[in-house]
């Protein structure tokens, strides 16, 4: 992938240049040593010119081109940084040569920049870690999650709402390491379902291959891989939870009638629809594109008729933007809320039956009825999922808590002080021992032995 081999060939020229700074230092401080080493000898042999002869003639103290070290970082310390900021780390300063005038052996190292707190850690979750970047990735996910599920909210009712979930932030990330481990500890691979996942993505957005796809992600400002990543993670998490959690919770049909009978007005309703929609878009078009549009919009059409499931087709081919989820357009009561021949036309049909392909200002719209019930109290059969649904949620929540409860419990999980995980519990601490007496030697050695079974007893097989 290429972010690896980046991060690899990085490190590996981190090491190689680190490797050939100590070596220079190395031959700089051996190449000296030499030298001196020299000069004593030439004094103390007979012959030899005195302290007072010309500099001419004494030995030369510079080294040859091919014997210079490479460029040492300067031995000045770096500017201090104002009060409050940080001190800038450049990296053309590490290039500058080090002054003609430095000693063969500096007596005192260079002084190195100072450091610069690039990413705080905020929890450890076992081996891994949660940081301050993993916090507003977090952040910046809920503000996106917020416009979209409250487009319709004014800027004082969405900040409330934030407000109100952003002290589980940390909870939630604790609670999506732990199950991202959990699923590697249970072997669990999702690698196909992200190519599937994928895929639905660049069909739901009309994109011609996945090299497309990729370059839009880039484009929006997000690196691929990392888009890739956190579908991996949600799905990962989705999986551990449908193993752990919801595979063991059980609705019977007693549970089901029991909340039917106690709601009875929570079922009785007036005459409404449940509508799903396929709309192609001919807003803006051609004159001469519009033939093909309406030739496309028929073929949904027949596709339906044909046994075609219409909210598949509603993902892959609706330009409305009902299109990613199946086309769903919700409930509507027989009350004028939808446009008159629209109304008249849904109400006249029974549940899965569809309408002909309908010409709007816009576009052509096939609508169909994915539901249908009558004024008064809807019988069980046509509540029953919904029921089913209602309960299952209702003991979901509080069984995915217990369980990540439990996942707290049976892990480390350390909260760096000024933040808070809303959801702490007593885990399993991380504690120095002393090391063991020399007794225990003894005891593991029998151990092993007695692994290949026990040992016979000598007196009484003589015996």
Known sequence: MKLETYCLTSKRSDKIAGGMMRLNRIVFVAIGLVLAGTCLRAQNTPGSPSQGS?????????????QQPSPQP????????????????????????????????????????????????????????????????????????????????????????LDARQPDMLRDLIDQSLMVQRAKDMDINVESDIVKKLDEIRQENHLASMEE????????????????????????????IRREVGGR??????????????????????????????????????????????????????????GDDFGELAKHFSDGSTAAQGGELGVFQHDGTLAADIENKVFKLNRNEVTDVIEAKTGFLIIQVEQRYAAGLQPLDKVEVEINNKLYMQKMEPALRDYLKQLRQDSYVDVKPGYVDTAAVPSTGITEVSPAPDTTKTKKGMKRFLLFGKRRNTTSSSS
């Open 54 to 66: 010309p500099p001419a003639q004494q030995q030369p103290q510079q080294q040859p081109p091919s």
């Open 74 to 161: 300067p031995a000045a310390p770096q500017p201090q940084a104002q009060p409050g900021t940080p001190a800038p780390l450049k990296i053309e300063d590490a290039a500058q040569p080090a002054p003609a005038a430095a000693p063969a052996v500096p007596r005192t190292p260079p002084t190195q920049p100072k450091s610069v707190v690039l990413e705080e850690v905020v929890a450890r979750v076992n081996n891994e870690i949660i940081t301050t970047s993993d916090l507003q990735h977090m952040h910046d996910s809920l503000v996106d999650d917020e416009r979209q599920s409250c487009a319709g909210c004014t800027p004082e009712q969405m900040q409330a709402d």
């Open 249 to 306: 919770i059980i609705i019977d049909h007693e549970e089901v009638l029991k909340y039917y009978k106690d709601h009875p007005d929570e079922f009785t309703r007036p005459e409404q629809v449940v509508l799903r929609e396929i709309f192609i878009n001919t807003d803006k078009k051609d004159p001469s594109e519009i033939p093909a549009l309406r030739k496309k919009a028929d073929s949904m059409l027949e596709r339906v008729h044909n």
């Open 213 to 240: 796809l990729e370059t839009k992600v880039e484009a929006a400002g997000v690196d691929y891989e990392d888009y890739k990543n956190n579908i991996r993670t949600q799905l990962l998490v989705q999986e551990v």
